[in-house]
């Protein structure tokens, strides 16, 4: 669907003397189709700028960035600000009539979008006077009016309150299960690990890792036991259901809060030694801190 | 191209500065009434020519007030990002932003033209002995004429707007060229240049002003206003010369636009 070849991005800086800025540094990787792929970092990472080169509002210095042929695509920029004297219906008008929808697809369209997004009721309101959240939320209903097959959305649940996050959370997981692909930033790190195929930690303009679904599902449980490895340990590790790791020295088996004591009585039951019980390295948060070490001066 | 044409001519119907400039051009209109009094043997020219003044006027109110903020705004509040997201290319974007303006100014200018329209009629009805030399055409011509300069405004402002960094710096950088592309032909014909009688020596001065009148336009040419009041109609030839000369220069600014726009980092 997308791929991303050495992107280089410079800019150039300074009044007299122009100074070369690298805002991303050697981007390679793909997006699958029918994925979910978020990319998070701290701010100043160069998210945005590379959902930018994504959609051609700025070009690469070099490397290249390959879509799909004719592929229809839906944006959500970050805080959008909207032509506020249209009315919502209108905006969505103009999003569906650009991407050349006939009149009848537009009503159709129209009437599911607006309540999976939340608006009933708002179509003829003037974009001026909704708030922070409505706003995020008409964006979201502009950039998937037209059934696109790749939605790209920067920071889909800044300024939304909990309800309205559920109600991105939730439609994100409908567009997967129609078969769309998804590219999103975000700093909701709990959504992320929750929604995602795959998440890239971006810092200071570089990949610097990407976790697949298997370490998502690991990045999900927040309690690590660790058992003494033996053949007999990795089988029955392996046989109980629950999410798990092995090397030479020790097993891991990672595990929620609730289900922590049905797994001890597991391993009890099974006659297997636990060594220790830890909160776990293995979590999202663990791991973007980890990688992101360093990114502000303060020292965080 | 046509979406955001539309809801551009949207935003200048729904801009609180559009009744703004149409209540001041009928303030003004309506003044002619008192104003032509003053002028007995010439009512029917100062009535025309008054009546196509508001009208020109609210032109370049227009262009000043809304045109100047039609790609700066985009770009400075980054609504661009949601358009160019769309299957709408450069190109077409400032096409239609284009198109979108100068529906808006022919809207107003058919408004204000049947208004000032109406003032004369009253005013023909009224003082019929001083409007001997008035024709409706050459008051029409008139208006087509200033329609086709506050196009080309628009074209220039919107040239500017594709590499300028705000909306002021657009604001003054067309404000000069239009200052400058209206009285162009008055230096010109102050300093003699066009019988090739320089009343000043300089060459360079001379090379600077003949530069100056081949690469701005000449705003001075679409002023049909005193011709208007006169009753005397432009020829086919002229109509066609001034046209081919604000149509050339439009495509001309727009291709530049376009380029301009299209090579831009939109960071």
């Known amino acids: ?300 | 191209m046509w979406p955001l044409a539309a809801i551009t001519f949207w935003e200048g119907v729904r801009s609180r500065v559009l009744y703004g400039i149409f209540l001041f051009s009928l303030f003004i209109m309506a003044l002619s009434f008192i104003f032509v009094n003053f002028f007995m043997k010439d009512i029917g020219k100062i009535a025309v020519d008054f009546n196509l003044s508001a009208i020109s006027f609210a032109g370049l109110l227009i262009a000043v007030s809304l045109s100047v903020n039609l790609i700066a705004k985009d770009l400075e509040k980054k609504t661009i990002y949601f358009v160019l997201s769309k299957p709408i290319s450069r190109p077409c974007y400032i096409l239609g932003k284009y198109a979108g303006i100068t529906l808006l100014v022919l809207f107003a200018y058919l408004l204000l033209g049947l208004l000032s329209a109406i003032t004369l009629f009253l005013l023909k009805s009224r003082y019929g002995q001083y409007f001997l030399d008035f024709s409706w055409m050459a008051y029409l011509q008139g208006i087509y004429f200033d329609f086709l300069k506050i196009s080309l405004l628009n074209a220039v402002i919107l040239f500017f707007s594709t590499f300028a960094s705000s909306s002021f710096i657009v604001l003054l950088f067309s404000i000069c060229t239009y200052i400058v592309g209206q009285s162009i032909s008055e230096v010109i014909n102050f300093l003699g240049m066009e019988h090739r009688t320089l009343i000043i020596n300089d060459e360079i001065v001379k090379y600077i002003i003949d530069a100056i009148k081949y690469i701005l336009p000449n705003f001075g040419f679409f002023d049909f206003k005193i011709q208007a009041a006169h009753g005397m109609l432009a020829n086919w030839q002229d109509i066609i010369l001034i046209s081919g000369y604000g149509l050339f220069y439009i495509g001309m600014l727009l291709c530049l636009s376009i380029y301009l726009f299209s090579r831009k980092e939109l960071l």
């Open chain 1, 1 to 300: 669907m997308i791929e991303i070849n050495g992107v280089v991005f410079e800019t150039k800086s300074g009044d007299f003397f122009r100074r070369k800025n690298k805002i991303l540094k050697n981007i390679s990787f793909q997006i699958p189709a029918n994925e979910i792929f978020a990319i998070i970092g701290p701010n100043g990472a160069g998210k945005s700028t590379f959902l930018k080169l994504i959609l051609n509002f700025i070009r690469p210095t070099s490397g290249t960035i390959k879509l799909s042929n004719s592929i229809s695509i839906g944006f959500l920029p970050e805080n959008p600000y909207y032509y506020d004297y249209l009315t919502l219906k209108e905006l969505l008008w103009f999003s569906a009539k650009s991407y050349g929808m006939t009149r009848s697809f537009f009503s159709d369209q129209l009437d599911i979008i607006i309540e999976k997004v939340g608006l009933k009721g708002h179509l003829n309101k003037k974009l001026r006077n909704f708030s922070k959240g409505m706003t995020q939320r008409a964006g979201i209903a502009a950039a998937i009016i037209h059934n696109p097959e790749l939605v790209i959305l920067d920071e889909p649940m800044t300024g939304l309150d909990p309800l309205g996050r559920k109600m991105v959370f939730d439609l994100i997981q409908e567009l997967k299960n129609e078969q769309k692909t998804i590219l999103f930033c975000s700093h909701v790190l709990s959504d992320v690990e929750r929604l995602c195929d795959k998440v890239a930690i971006m810092n200071q303009g570089e990949i610097k890792k990407i976790l697949t679904r298997e370490a998502l599902v690991l990045a999900q449980k927040d309690m690590e036991i660790i058992v003494e490895a033996s053949n007999k340990a990795e089988k029955l590790l392996r046989e109980s259901g629950y999410q798990y790791r092995f090397n030479d020295s020790y097993g891991s088996m990672y595990v929620d809060r609730s289900e922590l004591n049905s797994a001890l009585q597991y391993l009890s039951a099974n006659k297997l030694t636990v060594e220790t019980i830890k909160a776990s390295n293995a979590t999202l948060e663990n791991i973007f801190y980890e990688t992101v070490k360093g990114a502000y001066p303060c020292g965080l």
